[in-house]
């Protein structure tokens, strides 16, 4: 996983909406210093998502133009958009690989600059039949770990040496944000040959101490499996793959987090459990428990975000994190997820935290209410007690 409500960081994005205008701000391209077509009308809409501090541009048929803004979506006050009218302004901006993956799948993903405004991370697929885009503001520089608010103790991931650490969170949670992070405070303290492997590059990392390489797929690489492949025989000492959706990807990580390599990448889901049966449940039934003693061997930690409002306007990331030792371990192996929640009050000695936990840290400390914090946590009593505690 990006993930920001602010192109500079996304712990600006989450202090608040900022003035009321953005509410009522029309998402008319500008009228002047443009050629008039398809391209400069859609970077006119991109400056304004930007000058807006918006997370994402929806252009959806029937709809018009609609950016959110600390989570919440705003219309213009144009016209309705059509389905041809949308591929006409977004395809032509598209390199030439993504314009071939439209055509023949439907689906697309790229990445933009637009002078002035940033960077934009595009993803053109079909709806009903129509295309539509969802447009993501990327930030102009990496965040640090310190910027985030994120809970104490995440900068131990980025202190491990080997492994597979997995980073969980819906759409739109932080997830890539945090990893961005991560690498970054790497890239600060230590020397090492880092390579990530992403669809589209989001965050640009300059080299610090470390040698940073970055592969985007269809352009430096066909697909994930080949430039995992690839990256293997350039003697990394971290992997970054942008998000695992396959089983051979997966594969390939595993095995790289085995065999002493520190393998960070992304998930779509909701907590420490999902997240380890997300990659189980992608191979076929008769090779799952083979691939469950590999995910026990390769795993280091598992940590799964997600954002919650604050009382005083914007988000917080509120977290789980699991450190991977023998008990954790032992679970794995017998598909008895459901007792790692268990395991992470049991290992908070190793840096463990549970989500409740983090909830209700955030509760007494006045940041978020106590009733959005419930409806976040996964075990409700859980985070009862730890209110108490």
């Known amino acids: 996983m990006s993930d920001l409500d ?3 960081a996304l712990a600006e994005a989450l202090d608040g909406l900022g003035d009321g205008k953005a509410r009522h701000a029309r998402l008319d391209a500008p009228t002047g210093g443009g050629s008039g077509g398809a391209e400069s009308k859609l970077d006119g809409w991109l400056r304004l998502l930007s000058e807006r501090r918006g997370s994402d541009l929806l252009l959806v048929a029937g709809e018009p133009p609609t950016i959110r803004i600390n989570g919440i979506l705003q219309r213009s006050e144009s ?37 002035g405004a940033g960077r934009f991370r595009i993803n053109l697929h079909r709806e009903r039949g129509r295309a539509a885009a969802v447009i993501r503001a990327l930030p102009r520089r990496v965040p640090s770990l310190a910027s985030l608010d994120l809970p104490p103790g ?30 970054d405070d790497i890239n600060r303290r230590e020397a090492r040959h880092i390579i990530t492997v992403e669809d589209p590059i989001e ?35 971290i992997l970054v793959v942008g998000e695992m959706r396959d089983a051979e990807t997966m594969k390939i990580a595993m095995a790289a987090g085995e065999t002493g390599h520190l393998v960070f990448s992304t998930l ?3 907590d420490t459990a999902s997240t ?20 026990a061997a390769a795993l280091s930690a598992v940590f799964v975000q997600t954002l919650v409002p604050r009382v005083a306007g914007g988000r917080v990331p509120a977290a789980e994190l699991l ?32 989500l409740e936990e983090c909830l209700a840290r955030l509760v ?26």
């Open 154 to 183: 995440t900068d131990a991931l980025a202190k491990l040496m080997r492994g597979l650490v997995l980073i969980g969170g819906s759409t739109g949670s932080g997830k890539s944000t945090t990893l961005a992070a991560i690498v």
């Open 203 to 237: 965050f640009e990392h300059t080299n610090q101490k470390s040698i940073i390489q970055q592969i985007e797929i269809g352009i430096d690489a066909p697909d994930f499996p080949t430039a995992l492949r690839s990256a293997l025989r350039q003697a990394p000492d």
């Open 323 to 354: 450190m991977v030792g023998y008990g954790a371990r032992q679970h794995i192996r017998r598909n008895a997820l459901q007792h790692l929640h268990q395991e992470i009050t049991l290992t908070r000695k190793n840096g463990s935290l549970s």
């Open 276 to 295: 380890i049966a997300r990659i189980a449940d992608s191979f076929p039934a008769e090779r799952q428990n083979t691939i469950r003693q590999e995910i």
């Open 79 to 115: 016209g309705p958009l059509d389905g041809l009218e949308i591929e006409d302004l977004v395809v032509p901006v598209l390199p030439l690989h993504a314009q071939k993956d439209f055509r023949e799948r439907g689906i697309a993903d790229a990445s933009r600059a637009v002078a």
């Open 6 to 8: 602010d192109l500079d």
């Open 364 to 389: 007494r400390t006045g940041i978020i209410d106590k009733a959005e914090a419930l409806g976040r946590a996964i075990h409700p009593d859980d985070f009862e007690h730890a209110l108490k505690s």
């Open 268 to 270: 779509h889901t909701t």
